[in-house]
Structure formats: C-alpha cells, structure tokens
C-alpha cells in the first residue's frame, strides 16, 4: 500500500470516495499548501443531498456561501482576522474564571440529579451548555436558546457529515432550515444592538447578510459542539476504567478519575484524548489542480480526508455502516495537527483545550465515586466528528 495516500476498496462495500491521507508529515503538506489543496469541500454534505431536503433548505434561502473554513479565495484572510479578534489569547485567558464559574455550576447540577434521582448524564448536565454560553458571550451575542442551538448544532452535523437516509435527511434539513432563519434573525437584531458583536465586526468588514449568516453556522457549531464532544468522550473514557484495555482508546491508570480533579490530571487527560480520538479526527481538502504529493500523483477535483487524530481511518470511511471504531489507545504522531494547522488552523484551539479542562476537572473534584451506568452507549459516528451520545452515571458502585 502507498504509504502517503490510502485508497481502500472493500469487496461489498463502495469504494472509498477520498484519498486518504494519514502520514502526519504528509498530512501536514496538504494544510501547508492551500492553493493546490483547497479547503472548498470543508463544508459539502458527505451524503450528496435529496431533493426533499434540498427544497426545505431552499424554501428559506438558505446558503453557504465561502467565508471562513471553506474559503480558499484572498477574502479568507482579512475575514479571519476578524474573528480571531474575538478569540485572542488575552479574551480567552480573561474568560478563565468565567468558564470556571460555568463548570461550577455545571457540576453541582449534576450533583443535584444524581442525589435527586440516583443517576444523571453527564453530556447534558456537565458537557453540553458551558462551552455554548462561552462562545456567545465571547462574541457579544446573546445567551438564549441553547437547547436549540445544542439540537441544531448535532444535527446539521449529520446532515453535512453524516450519513443520513432519505427520510432522516428531510428531518434534518427542516432543522438546518429552522437554525438558519433563527440565525439571519440574530444577525438583523445583532446589527441594530448596543456594544461590539460579531456580526456588527463583520458587516464594517463588508460581508453582506447571507456570508454572515455562513459565518454564523459553521462557527455556532464548530465553536462549541466540538469541544462538548471532547469533554464528553473524555468523562466516557475516565469513567470507563482505568486499567489499559489492548485495541481500545481507554486511559491508563494514571488518568483516573481521581486525578482528572487535578488542573495537571484534567489537562493530561484532554491532551490524550485529542490525540488519540478527538472529537474532529479528520477533515477534508480537495485538489484545486492537477498536483503530487511525494510521489503520488493527485488528479484535480480528488477529494481528500486527512487522519488528525488516531489511527482510525479504515475502509469504513465510505460506508454507510459505520461500526464503532477502535483506538489503539496510543497518542498519534499526528497529535500536533489536531486543530489543522496552516492558515485555516482552528482559531478556538486554545479555549476549546482551556474549557475542556476545566469542565472535566471541576466534574471529577465535584462527583467523586461516581460509575458509569452505561458501558455501552450510542455514539456520534461522522465523518468529521465523534463523541457518545451520553455518559450516564450513578453513584457508587454499579
Ligand atoms: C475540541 C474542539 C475543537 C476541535 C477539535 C477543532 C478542530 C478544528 C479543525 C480540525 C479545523 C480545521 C483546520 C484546518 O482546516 O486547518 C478547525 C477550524 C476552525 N475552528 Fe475549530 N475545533 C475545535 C473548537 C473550536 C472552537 C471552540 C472554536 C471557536 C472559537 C473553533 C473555531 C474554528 C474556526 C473559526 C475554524 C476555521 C478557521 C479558518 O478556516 O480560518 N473551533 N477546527
């Protein structure tokens, strides 16, 4: 097999629509090199979209058109720039006691259910809401809805990166469509607001309301369903045991849940899990030209999926059928391009690893004894993201 680019073809299965690439120095060019491999299909829907489904999205006008992640034109950077602003690395360190306040109560929500009814998920109680509020208070938005906006994040994230049946599609598309005039609304209020926001930013930068409302949706999702996933496959792991379980992502004894209630324990814990099953292992570039990488030649137009975090790419990256996948449980190579890396690397890297942390430490030193309920839970299983479903847990022993 080429050790740079992998296509897989399974009998019985469909052959794997991208060019995969794992080597992390290999993987590391492609992001270096934005005018041969182009971030354009960053946001195309993996399942090609039906007609019912595209007619709900139309029905509100809605687009997507190239503004942040998937923009490979000269407008990406100045846009950037823009947004960066509202994630410095100063706004993010003066968030910290915030974000703590959050964690805080988080817990003690949890806390309460678990004295109140004998169990409670974690996902909901501790992971969901801390890193949605974070994210729109550090963009001058307002905290509201944010049952809707935790609903619309996970499903837009399996209409775009998922592999949905028709009848799932229609579902969510009419919940796509339903975040989508919730966000041009947002973006029309926010413009006629008092103080500084994101979207007032955007349009003194020239963005006309259909980019911003781009913007909006892949940032209200990427900037904080991700990091709820992160902290939620963290509690999952943590919980699960802590002995090493061969060809699993399961964490040693010295990150147990006892220690992750230490700043040192929690961060230790969220760098393994980034690097060996982060919530976005993979993403993808297309070829802009006809172009190599190493030997290999790479057609224009071959789509690209490149492995971030674990070695988890397999056949199955074109299946339907996606069983759950195995971690080697050891850190990859690859773990320094966990946020990408090039002029498109994530901008929330630094708050999503600080939020991460935090939540998850202020949940170990708040919940001690606790065990998992469910061993087994349902899982998110996209192209681009991973996480369970739930983390529930009892008191004591099960
Ligand atoms: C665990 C949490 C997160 C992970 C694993 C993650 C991962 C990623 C990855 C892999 C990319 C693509 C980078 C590339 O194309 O080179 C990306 C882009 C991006 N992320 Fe994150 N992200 C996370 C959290 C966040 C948060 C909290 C924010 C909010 C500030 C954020 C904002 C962005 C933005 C704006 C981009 C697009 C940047 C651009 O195209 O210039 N992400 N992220």
Redesign the pocket.
């Known amino acids: 097999m080429n050790p740079t680019l992998l296509t897989t073809e399974v009998p019985g299965q469909a052959r794997c629509p991208y060019l995969v690439v794992r080597d992390p120095e290999a993987v590391r060019e492609v992001?270096h090199r934005p005018e041969d491999f182009s971030?354009a299909n960053?946001l195309l829907a993996v399942t090609p979209l039906t007609g019912p489904a595209l007619r709900v999205l139309q029905r509100v006008r809605f687009a997507l058109p190239p503004v942040?992640?998937?923009?490979d034109t000269d407008t990406?950077a100045g846009?950037?720039k823009i947004?960066?602003g509202?994630?410095s690395p100063a706004k993010v360190s003066a968030m910290e006691p915030r974000i703590r306040e959050l964690a805080q109560e988080a817990a003690a929500k949890a806390a309460e259910e678990l004295a109140r009814s004998g169990e409670t998920d974690l996902v909901q109680t501790v992971a969901a809401f801390p890193?949605a509020v974070?994210?729109l208070e550090?963009l001058g938005l307002p905290v509201k809805d944010l049952e809707d906006i935790k609903r619309w994040g996970v499903d837009s994230m399996e209409l775009f990166w998922g592999w949905p049946s028709p009848e799932q599609q229609l579902q969510l598309a009419k919940s796509a469509a339903e975040f989508y005039v919730w966000l041009r609304q947002l973006v029309t209020d926010s413009l006629n607001a008092p103080g500084r926001n994101l979207f007032k930013s955007l349009a003194t930068h020239g963005l006309s309301v259909p980019e911003m409302c781009s913007?909006g949706y892949?940032?209200l999702i990427?900037?904080?369903e991700?990091?709820t996933?992160?902290v939620s496959t963290a509690l999952f792991r943590l919980l699960e045991g802590s002995d090493v379980v061969e060809g699993t992502g399961r964490l040693d004894g010295s990150r147990s849940w006892k220690d992750a209630a230490s700043p040192d324990g929690s961060r230790s814990v969220i760098s393994h899990v980034?690097a060996t099953e982060?919530?976005?292992p993979?993403?993808r570039?297309v070829a802009a030209l006809d172009t190599k990488l190493g030997d290999d030649l790479v057609p224009a137009g071959a789509e690209i999926l490149?492995e971030?975090?674990g070695n988890l790419i397999t056949a199955d990256a074109a299946s339907p059928v996606r069983p759950p996948r195995k971690t080697t449980g050891q850190p990859s190579k690859a773990s320094a391009?966990?946020?990408?890396?090039?002029?498109?690397?994530?901008?929330?890297?630094k708050?999503?690893?600080l939020?991460?942390a935090i939540i998850v430490q202020e949940a170990a030193e708040a919940l001690p004894g606790i065990t998992l309920r469910d061993t087994d839970p349902d899982w998110i299983r996209f192209l681009?993201f991973q996480a369970p479903r739930t983390v529930t847990v009892a008191r004591g022993q099960p």
């Open positions: 992001l971030p960053a942040l992640a998937s923009n990406h846009i950037r947004v960066a509202f994630f890193p974070v994210m550090l913007l892949f940032l990427a900037g904080q991700t990091t996933q992160l980034l982060s919530s976005v993979t993403w570039r490149l971030l975090s391009l966990v946020f990408g890396s090039g002029v498109h690397r994530c901008l929330g890297a708050l999503a690893e939020e991460a681009s």
